[in-house]
């Protein structure tokens, strides 16, 4: 299969503190990538190397073959959207005119929006089935809300790639599994390149088709989830013990050896 974006021993240094070491992977269109790893461990500093926010200290970014230092912003903008994990408020906009922001990378220096712009707006947060948030004040609603209002300019903006910032991280229990379903709907109906970190392996091991994990700044596992998502590996990467505790449609399903134990002991309360 064509890869659309390849990382070539990415590093990337805050000063003298050196934050990524030696990233390497390739990204095939249509699949759904999750980087798990814990806090701190340089999840973010990843995402935002990979469009382009930050410049790497040496190795290279390429999407479709193109080195992203040779890229202009609004060129990577075409290519790459980012749904950050922070939201910050804006001026009182409704969540319509949020959207179609993500239109700019193909405007004009002086253009405005036109009425496609703002079909396809409209036509991303139905697809997301939150159409009805289309005239609300940006700065009333949730911080799920926004979380889907971004992911919908992040779908006007671009399609080919998409980079998620801890994309459930505002959502309730029941908004969380249907977002990663419609992410992963784009996968499968646009080809759509999906990049998230997550903190959850259970999620990932539900819809990730690719997952690298990614411990003080260097991969120490990467490929198919199935094959990737080992109780050694987690151990290894969140440095506790992992219990496999049985499957959900032929996946396996973890839980910390903790959490079984303090079960176990309110059980016998």
Known sequence: MAVILECHALNFRYGKTQILRD???????????????????????????????LAPSAGTVEIEGRNIATLSRKE???????????????FPFKVLDVVVMGRAPFLGMTATPG?????????ALK??????????????????????????????????????DEPTNHLDFNNQYRLLSQIKGLCRTRKTSVI???????????????????KNGEIIAKGRA??????????????IRTVEVGNI????????????????MDDGV
Do not use: W
Not at 196 to 209: C, I, R, Y
């Open 196 to 214: 998230a970190t997550m903190h959850d392996p259970n999620m990932a091991m539900l819809f990730a088709d690719r997952v690298i994990l990614v």
């Open 76 to 90: 990577i903008a075409r290519h790459i959207s980012l749904v950050p994990q922070e939201h910050m408020d804006v």
């Open 249 to 264: 449609g032929n996946k396996p399903f973890f839980l910390p050896e903790s959490a079984l134990s303090d079960s176990e």
């Open 23 to 53: 990233i390497s992977f390739d990204v095939e269109p249509g699949l759904f990538y999750a980087i798990l790893g814990k806090n701190g461990s340089g999840k973010t500093t990843l995402l935002h190397c990979l469009n382009g926010i």
């Open 127 to 164: 697809m997301l089935g939150y159409e009805k948030l289309a005239n609300c004040n940006f700065n009333r609603i949730s911080g799920g809300e926004r979380q889907i209002a971004l992911l919908a300019t992040a779908l006007v903006q671009t399609s080919k790639i998409m980079l998620l």
């Open 115 to 123: 009425e496609d712009d703002y079909r396809r707006a409209m036509d």
């Open 226 to 239: 199935k094959e990737t998502m080992t109780t050694a590996n987690i151990d290894t990467l969140y440095g």
